[in-house]
Protein backbone atom coordinates (compact mmCIF):
# COMPACT_ATOMS: atom_id res chain seq x y z
CA UNK A 1 0.00 0.00 0.00
CA UNK A 2 3.02 2.24 0.68
CA UNK A 3 4.46 1.61 -2.20
CA UNK A 4 1.11 2.40 -4.59
CA UNK A 5 1.09 6.22 -2.19
CA UNK A 6 4.29 6.77 -3.22
CA UNK A 7 3.85 5.98 -6.32
CA UNK A 8 0.60 8.21 -6.85
CA UNK A 9 2.03 11.07 -5.17
CA UNK A 10 4.87 11.09 -7.55
CA UNK A 11 2.67 10.79 -10.67
CA UNK A 12 1.03 13.75 -8.73
CA UNK A 13 3.83 15.72 -7.92
CA UNK A 14 5.39 14.77 -12.01
CA UNK A 15 1.78 16.21 -13.11
CA UNK A 16 2.40 19.40 -11.05
CA UNK A 17 5.29 19.99 -12.68
CA UNK A 18 4.12 19.21 -15.84
CA UNK A 19 1.29 21.91 -15.61
CA UNK A 20 3.43 24.40 -14.86
CA UNK A 21 4.47 27.43 -17.55
CA UNK A 22 7.74 28.92 -17.77
CA UNK A 23 8.07 32.46 -18.93
CA UNK A 24 11.53 34.09 -20.14
CA UNK A 25 11.76 37.96 -18.63
CA UNK A 26 13.96 40.47 -20.08
CA UNK A 27 14.75 43.82 -18.69
CA UNK A 28 17.14 46.76 -19.02
CA UNK A 29 19.31 48.53 -16.32
CA UNK A 30 20.35 45.89 -14.09
CA UNK A 31 21.62 48.39 -11.78
CA UNK A 32 18.11 50.02 -11.28
CA UNK A 33 15.85 46.93 -11.73
CA UNK A 34 17.58 43.94 -10.74
CA UNK A 35 16.22 44.00 -6.94
CA UNK A 36 13.16 45.16 -8.34
CA UNK A 37 12.02 42.47 -10.76
CA UNK A 38 13.92 39.45 -7.92
CA UNK A 39 11.20 40.77 -5.39
CA UNK A 40 8.85 41.09 -8.21
CA UNK A 41 9.44 37.52 -9.52
CA UNK A 42 9.10 35.99 -5.55
CA UNK A 43 5.69 37.92 -4.36
CA UNK A 44 4.12 37.11 -8.17
CA UNK A 45 5.30 33.32 -7.91
CA UNK A 46 3.63 32.77 -4.37
CA UNK A 47 0.41 34.13 -5.60
CA UNK A 48 0.55 32.18 -9.09
CA UNK A 49 3.18 28.87 -8.15
CA UNK A 50 1.61 27.54 -11.60
CA UNK A 51 3.41 29.88 -13.29
CA UNK A 52 7.48 29.78 -13.43
CA UNK A 53 9.41 33.37 -14.47
CA UNK A 54 12.99 32.86 -14.90
CA UNK A 55 15.26 35.49 -16.60
CA UNK A 56 17.62 36.71 -19.61
CA UNK A 57 20.79 38.20 -18.90
CA UNK A 58 19.83 41.96 -18.68
CA UNK A 59 19.75 44.74 -21.69
CA UNK A 60 22.37 47.70 -20.86
CA UNK A 61 19.56 50.26 -21.53
CA UNK A 62 16.87 50.88 -23.80
CA UNK A 63 18.86 51.03 -26.94
CA UNK A 64 20.46 47.87 -26.40
CA UNK A 65 16.78 46.27 -25.36
CA UNK A 66 15.07 47.54 -28.77
CA UNK A 67 17.95 46.39 -31.33
CA UNK A 68 18.26 42.51 -29.86
CA UNK A 69 14.77 42.17 -29.90
CA UNK A 70 14.47 43.34 -33.47
CA UNK A 71 17.30 40.94 -34.32
CA UNK A 72 15.31 38.41 -32.08
CA UNK A 73 12.40 38.80 -34.07
CA UNK A 74 13.93 37.90 -37.29
CA UNK A 75 15.48 34.29 -35.49
CA UNK A 76 12.25 33.69 -33.08
CA UNK A 77 14.44 33.77 -30.24
CA UNK A 78 12.52 36.56 -28.10
CA UNK A 79 11.78 36.58 -24.40
CA UNK A 80 7.66 36.03 -23.65
CA UNK A 81 8.10 39.43 -21.82
CA UNK A 82 10.18 42.32 -22.45
CA UNK A 83 10.40 45.55 -20.77
CA UNK A 84 11.17 48.79 -23.25
CA UNK A 85 11.43 52.12 -23.45
CA UNK A 86 8.39 54.03 -23.74
CA UNK A 87 9.81 55.15 -27.14
CA UNK A 88 10.56 52.17 -28.11
CA UNK A 89 6.84 50.05 -28.23
CA UNK A 90 6.42 52.26 -32.01
CA UNK A 91 9.08 50.31 -33.72
CA UNK A 92 7.99 46.86 -31.92
CA UNK A 93 4.68 47.38 -32.59
CA UNK A 94 5.50 48.52 -36.54
CA UNK A 95 7.54 45.01 -36.94
CA UNK A 96 4.36 42.76 -35.29
CA UNK A 97 6.91 41.57 -32.44
CA UNK A 98 4.62 42.81 -29.94
CA UNK A 99 1.22 40.96 -29.29
CA UNK A 100 -1.97 43.57 -29.01
CA UNK A 101 -2.88 43.30 -25.23
CA UNK A 102 -6.78 44.51 -26.58
CA UNK A 103 -8.49 41.39 -26.21
CA UNK A 104 -6.60 40.00 -23.27
CA UNK A 105 -7.70 43.72 -21.68
CA UNK A 106 -11.00 43.12 -23.08
CA UNK A 107 -11.35 40.07 -21.57
CA UNK A 108 -10.70 41.31 -18.01
CA UNK A 109 -14.18 41.94 -15.92
CA UNK A 110 -13.29 45.46 -14.83
CA UNK A 111 -9.70 46.44 -16.09
CA UNK A 112 -9.87 50.21 -14.95
CA UNK A 113 -10.78 49.18 -11.42
CA UNK A 114 -7.69 47.40 -10.66
CA UNK A 115 -5.91 50.90 -11.20
CA UNK A 116 -5.26 50.92 -15.12
CA UNK A 117 -6.61 54.05 -15.97
CA UNK A 118 -7.17 55.30 -19.69
CA UNK A 119 -4.42 57.98 -19.67
CA UNK A 120 -1.47 55.81 -18.54
CA UNK A 121 -2.75 53.09 -21.08
CA UNK A 122 -2.30 55.48 -24.04
CA UNK A 123 1.53 55.66 -22.99
CA UNK A 124 1.72 51.77 -24.33
CA UNK A 125 -0.67 52.19 -27.68
CA UNK A 126 0.18 52.45 -31.15
CA UNK A 127 -2.29 53.38 -33.63
CA UNK A 128 -5.31 52.87 -31.41
CA UNK A 129 -3.92 49.47 -30.05
CA UNK A 130 -1.87 48.97 -26.90
CA UNK A 131 0.90 46.56 -27.11
CA UNK A 132 2.34 47.79 -23.57
CA UNK A 133 1.18 48.45 -19.87
CA UNK A 134 3.29 51.03 -18.39
CA UNK A 135 5.24 49.57 -15.61
CA UNK A 136 7.68 52.45 -14.52
CA UNK A 137 7.38 55.93 -14.64
CA UNK A 138 9.97 58.94 -14.82
CA UNK A 139 10.68 62.72 -15.38
CA UNK A 140 13.26 65.01 -15.19
CA UNK A 141 14.16 66.58 -11.79
CA UNK A 142 17.03 68.06 -10.36
CA UNK A 143 19.41 67.02 -7.32
CA UNK A 144 21.11 69.32 -4.77
CA UNK A 145 23.84 68.54 -2.73
CA UNK A 146 22.86 70.59 0.06
CA UNK A 147 25.93 71.28 1.36
CA UNK A 148 27.30 72.43 -1.28
CA UNK A 149 24.04 74.77 -1.59
CA UNK A 150 24.37 76.70 1.25
CA UNK A 151 28.05 77.30 0.78
CA UNK A 152 27.05 79.09 -2.26
CA UNK A 153 24.38 81.49 -0.35
CA UNK A 154 21.44 79.86 -0.59
CA UNK A 155 18.84 77.69 1.26
CA UNK A 156 16.29 74.98 0.82
CA UNK A 157 13.62 77.83 -0.13
CA UNK A 158 15.60 79.39 -2.64
CA UNK A 159 16.46 76.78 -4.73
CA UNK A 160 17.17 77.55 -8.45
CA UNK A 161 13.28 77.59 -10.63
CA UNK A 162 15.01 78.20 -14.21
CA UNK A 163 17.90 77.53 -16.10
CA UNK A 164 20.10 80.99 -15.82
CA UNK A 165 19.74 80.37 -11.64
CA UNK A 166 20.85 77.20 -11.93
CA UNK A 167 23.82 78.25 -14.10
CA UNK A 168 24.35 81.26 -11.23
CA UNK A 169 24.39 78.93 -8.66
CA UNK A 170 26.82 76.47 -10.50
CA UNK A 171 29.25 79.49 -11.26
CA UNK A 172 29.37 79.74 -7.49
CA UNK A 173 29.67 76.13 -6.33
CA UNK A 174 32.36 76.26 -8.90
CA UNK A 175 34.17 78.98 -7.34
CA UNK A 176 34.72 77.33 -4.00
CA UNK A 177 36.94 74.79 -5.47
CA UNK A 178 35.59 72.04 -4.07
CA UNK A 179 33.27 70.53 -6.94
CA UNK A 180 32.09 71.12 -10.38
CA UNK A 181 29.09 73.53 -10.27
CA UNK A 182 26.55 71.17 -12.64
CA UNK A 183 25.91 68.45 -14.60
CA UNK A 184 23.12 67.57 -16.66
CA UNK A 185 22.83 64.23 -18.21
CA UNK A 186 22.36 64.97 -21.46
CA UNK A 187 23.42 61.38 -23.15
CA UNK A 188 20.21 59.67 -21.20
CA UNK A 189 19.05 56.96 -23.62
CA UNK A 190 16.40 58.14 -26.31
CA UNK A 191 17.45 61.64 -26.17
CA UNK A 192 15.13 61.85 -23.42
CA UNK A 193 16.62 65.01 -21.70
CA UNK A 194 17.32 66.66 -24.78
CA UNK A 195 13.22 66.27 -25.83
CA UNK A 196 12.31 67.54 -22.09
CA UNK A 197 14.56 70.80 -23.17
CA UNK A 198 12.60 71.41 -26.05
CA UNK A 199 9.19 70.28 -25.00
CA UNK A 200 9.61 72.43 -21.79
CA UNK A 201 9.67 75.43 -24.18
CA UNK A 202 6.54 74.44 -26.15
CA UNK A 203 8.68 72.64 -28.96
CA UNK A 204 8.13 69.71 -30.49
CA UNK A 205 10.21 66.80 -32.23
CA UNK A 206 9.09 67.00 -35.47
CA UNK A 207 5.91 68.58 -37.20
CA UNK A 208 2.16 67.44 -36.69
CA UNK A 209 2.14 65.02 -40.05
CA UNK A 210 5.68 64.26 -39.07
CA UNK A 211 6.82 64.95 -42.32
CA UNK A 212 9.54 67.96 -41.53
CA UNK A 213 12.16 68.53 -38.77
CA UNK A 214 10.64 70.97 -36.02
CA UNK A 215 12.90 70.81 -33.01
CA UNK A 216 15.10 73.50 -34.89
CA UNK A 217 12.67 76.27 -33.96
CA UNK A 218 12.57 78.83 -31.25
CA UNK A 219 11.81 76.31 -28.31
CA UNK A 220 14.70 74.21 -29.54
CA UNK A 221 17.03 76.76 -29.88
CA UNK A 222 16.38 77.78 -26.56
CA UNK A 223 17.51 74.72 -25.97
CA UNK A 224 20.86 74.27 -27.47
CA UNK A 225 21.96 77.35 -26.07
CA UNK A 226 20.75 76.36 -22.64
CA UNK A 227 23.29 73.10 -23.24
CA UNK A 228 26.69 75.32 -24.49
CA UNK A 229 25.92 77.55 -21.87
CA UNK A 230 26.31 74.66 -19.39
CA UNK A 231 29.65 73.61 -21.15
CA UNK A 232 31.45 77.28 -20.99
CA UNK A 233 29.44 79.27 -18.53
CA UNK A 234 28.92 76.71 -15.55
CA UNK A 235 31.86 74.27 -16.93
CA UNK A 236 29.97 71.65 -16.92
CA UNK A 237 32.03 68.27 -17.10
CA UNK A 238 31.50 65.78 -19.78
CA UNK A 239 31.27 62.43 -18.13
CA UNK A 240 29.20 59.07 -18.25
CA UNK A 241 26.20 58.66 -16.66
CA UNK A 242 28.11 56.08 -14.72
CA UNK A 243 31.02 58.93 -13.55
CA UNK A 244 28.64 61.61 -13.07
CA UNK A 245 26.50 59.52 -10.43
CA UNK A 246 29.74 58.50 -8.66
CA UNK A 247 31.16 62.18 -8.75
CA UNK A 248 27.61 63.41 -7.45
CA UNK A 249 27.11 60.79 -4.85
CA UNK A 250 31.07 61.35 -3.53
CA UNK A 251 30.46 65.05 -3.38
CA UNK A 252 32.04 66.38 -6.42
CA UNK A 253 29.26 67.79 -8.51
CA UNK A 254 26.91 70.02 -6.78
CA UNK A 255 24.07 69.78 -9.18
CA UNK A 256 22.89 67.01 -10.70
CA UNK A 257 19.68 67.44 -13.62
CA UNK A 258 18.57 63.69 -14.60
CA UNK A 259 15.68 61.02 -13.88
CA UNK A 260 13.87 60.74 -11.07
CA UNK A 261 14.43 56.99 -11.62
CA UNK A 262 17.53 57.37 -9.79
CA UNK A 263 16.47 58.49 -6.27
CA UNK A 264 16.81 55.44 -4.81
CA UNK A 265 20.34 54.81 -6.02
CA UNK A 266 21.57 58.24 -5.43
CA UNK A 267 20.13 58.68 -1.60
CA UNK A 268 21.99 55.31 -0.94
CA UNK A 269 25.33 56.06 -2.31
CA UNK A 270 25.08 59.79 -0.99
CA UNK A 271 24.77 58.33 2.59
CA UNK A 272 24.98 60.66 5.45
CA UNK A 273 28.00 61.83 2.98
CA UNK A 274 25.70 65.23 2.40
CA UNK A 275 22.25 66.73 2.51
CA UNK A 276 20.50 65.25 -0.74
CA UNK A 277 17.11 67.34 -1.75
CA UNK A 278 15.42 67.09 -4.62
CA UNK A 279 13.61 69.86 -6.91
CA UNK A 280 11.18 70.31 -9.72
CA UNK A 281 12.62 70.57 -13.29
CA UNK A 282 14.02 74.15 -14.45
CA UNK A 283 11.80 76.80 -16.29
CA UNK A 284 8.32 74.80 -16.05
CA UNK A 285 5.85 77.65 -17.63
CA UNK A 286 1.95 76.51 -17.04
CA UNK A 287 0.16 76.20 -20.67
CA UNK A 288 3.59 75.77 -22.35
CA UNK A 289 5.79 72.71 -20.84
CA UNK A 290 5.10 69.72 -21.65
CA UNK A 291 7.62 67.14 -20.26
CA UNK A 292 8.41 63.42 -21.61
CA UNK A 293 7.40 60.68 -19.47
CA UNK A 294 10.51 58.24 -19.20
CA UNK A 295 11.03 54.88 -18.04
CA UNK A 296 9.82 51.81 -19.49
CA UNK A 297 6.56 49.63 -20.26
CA UNK A 298 6.30 45.23 -20.15
CA UNK A 299 5.37 44.18 -23.35
CA UNK A 300 4.43 40.51 -24.41
CA UNK A 301 6.21 38.73 -26.91
CA UNK A 302 5.47 34.82 -26.42
CA UNK A 303 4.30 33.12 -29.93
CA UNK A 304 2.34 30.47 -28.07
CA UNK A 305 -1.53 31.01 -26.41
CA UNK A 306 -0.12 29.03 -23.46
CA UNK A 307 2.75 30.92 -22.87
CA UNK A 308 0.97 34.74 -23.89
CA UNK A 309 -1.70 33.13 -21.20
CA UNK A 310 0.99 32.81 -18.25
CA UNK A 311 2.89 36.35 -19.25
CA UNK A 312 -0.43 38.29 -19.39
CA UNK A 313 -0.46 37.34 -15.68
CA UNK A 314 2.54 38.24 -15.06
CA UNK A 315 2.14 41.87 -16.99
CA UNK A 316 -0.91 42.29 -14.67
CA UNK A 317 0.84 41.47 -11.51
CA UNK A 318 4.13 43.39 -12.33
CA UNK A 319 2.29 46.50 -13.25
CA UNK A 320 -0.53 46.51 -10.91
CA UNK A 321 -0.81 47.68 -7.28
CA UNK A 322 1.42 45.17 -5.45
CA UNK A 323 3.74 45.32 -8.34
CA UNK A 324 4.17 48.88 -8.23
CA UNK A 325 4.67 49.37 -5.11
CA UNK A 326 7.45 46.85 -5.47
CA UNK A 327 8.60 49.06 -8.06
CA UNK A 328 8.71 52.73 -6.22
CA UNK A 329 9.82 51.30 -3.23
CA UNK A 330 13.17 49.38 -4.87
CA UNK A 331 14.13 52.22 -7.47
CA UNK A 332 12.69 56.19 -7.72
CA UNK A 333 10.35 55.73 -10.82
CA UNK A 334 6.73 56.50 -9.86
CA UNK A 335 3.85 54.01 -10.60
CA UNK A 336 1.56 54.45 -13.74
CA UNK A 337 -1.30 52.15 -11.51
CA UNK A 338 -3.42 54.60 -9.19
CA UNK A 339 -4.04 51.94 -6.57
CA UNK A 340 -0.23 51.20 -6.02
CA UNK A 341 0.03 55.39 -5.56
CA UNK A 342 -2.99 55.21 -3.01
CA UNK A 343 -0.29 52.50 -1.41
CA UNK A 344 2.61 54.92 -1.12
CA UNK A 345 0.88 57.96 0.53
CA UNK A 346 3.11 57.08 4.11
CA UNK A 347 6.26 56.12 1.35
CA UNK A 348 5.78 59.73 0.04
CA UNK A 349 5.41 61.29 3.14
CA UNK A 350 8.76 59.61 4.81
CA UNK A 351 10.76 59.95 1.26
CA UNK A 352 9.98 63.67 0.28
CA UNK A 353 12.98 63.69 -2.37
CA UNK A 354 10.89 60.53 -4.43
CA UNK A 355 7.71 62.77 -4.17
CA UNK A 356 8.92 65.71 -6.12
CA UNK A 357 8.19 64.08 -9.52
CA UNK A 358 4.87 63.75 -8.44
CA UNK A 359 4.42 67.70 -9.02
CA UNK A 360 5.12 67.23 -12.36
CA UNK A 361 2.66 65.00 -13.08
CA UNK A 362 0.34 67.92 -14.54
CA UNK A 363 2.61 68.32 -17.55
CA UNK A 364 3.36 64.79 -18.83
CA UNK A 365 3.50 63.58 -21.83
CA UNK A 366 4.86 61.12 -24.54
CA UNK A 367 8.41 60.33 -25.19
CA UNK A 368 8.53 60.69 -28.75
CA UNK A 369 9.47 57.90 -31.41
CA UNK A 370 10.86 58.62 -34.47
CA UNK A 371 9.00 56.62 -37.66
CA UNK A 372 10.37 55.08 -39.84
CA UNK A 373 13.19 52.45 -39.83
CA UNK A 374 15.96 54.70 -39.13
CA UNK A 375 14.19 55.58 -35.82
CA UNK A 376 16.69 54.36 -33.77
CA UNK A 377 19.78 55.65 -36.01
CA UNK A 378 17.87 58.99 -36.02
CA UNK A 379 18.98 58.84 -31.74
CA UNK A 380 22.64 58.35 -32.09
CA UNK A 381 22.78 61.74 -34.55
CA UNK A 382 21.24 63.87 -32.25
CA UNK A 383 22.85 62.75 -29.67
CA UNK A 384 26.92 63.05 -31.84
CA UNK A 385 25.82 66.66 -32.48
CA UNK A 386 25.02 66.84 -28.66
CA UNK A 387 28.40 65.47 -28.16
CA UNK A 388 30.28 68.28 -30.20
CA UNK A 389 28.80 70.73 -28.12
CA UNK A 390 29.42 68.94 -24.22
CA UNK A 391 32.93 68.27 -25.03
CA UNK A 392 33.44 71.52 -26.00
CA UNK A 393 34.41 71.19 -29.93
CA UNK A 394 31.64 73.34 -31.06
CA UNK A 395 30.34 74.72 -27.88
CA UNK A 396 30.73 78.28 -29.15
CA UNK A 397 27.91 77.66 -32.05
CA UNK A 398 25.32 75.78 -30.87
CA UNK A 399 23.09 76.96 -33.52
CA UNK A 400 25.29 75.68 -37.02
CA UNK A 401 25.21 72.37 -34.66
CA UNK A 402 21.17 72.63 -34.25
CA UNK A 403 21.24 73.07 -37.87
CA UNK A 404 22.47 70.31 -38.97
CA UNK A 405 21.13 68.01 -36.60
CA UNK A 406 17.63 69.02 -37.97
CA UNK A 407 19.44 68.22 -41.50
CA UNK A 408 20.87 64.92 -40.95
CA UNK A 409 17.22 64.56 -38.71
CA UNK A 410 15.12 64.94 -41.80
CA UNK A 411 17.57 62.75 -44.31
CA UNK A 412 16.72 59.61 -42.31
CA UNK A 413 12.87 60.48 -42.13
CA UNK A 414 10.86 58.44 -44.09
CA UNK A 415 9.71 60.09 -47.11
CA UNK A 416 5.79 61.39 -47.28
Do not use: C
Not at 19 to 42: G, N, R, S, W
Not at 110 to 124: I, K, L, S, T, V
Not at 154 to 169: F, G, M, Q, R, Y
Not at 199 to 212: F, I, Q, R, V, Y
Request: hydrophobic residues 40%; negative net charge; proline residues 4%.
Amino acid sequence: MRMILTAAALSLTASMAMAQTTITVQYPYPELFDETQKQLAEAFSKKNPDIKVEFRSPYKEYEDAAQRVLREGITGNVPDVTFQGLNRVRVLADKQIAVALDDFIANEKDFDAAGYHEGMRQAGAVNGKVYGLPFAISLPIVYYNMDLVKKAGLDANSLPKTWDEIIELAKKINAQGEADGVMAEWSITGNWLWQAMVLANGGTMLTEDESKVAFDGEAGKQAINTLARLATEAKSPNLTANDMLAAFSAGKIGIMVTTTSRVNAVTKQVGSKFELKTGEYPDIKDGVTRLPAGGNVAIITAKTTEKQKAAWEFLKFATGPEGGAIMVKTTGYMAPNNKAADLLKDFYTQNPNQAVALSELPYLTGWYAFPGDNGLKITDVIKDHMQSIMDGTRAKEPEAVLAEMASDTQALLPRK
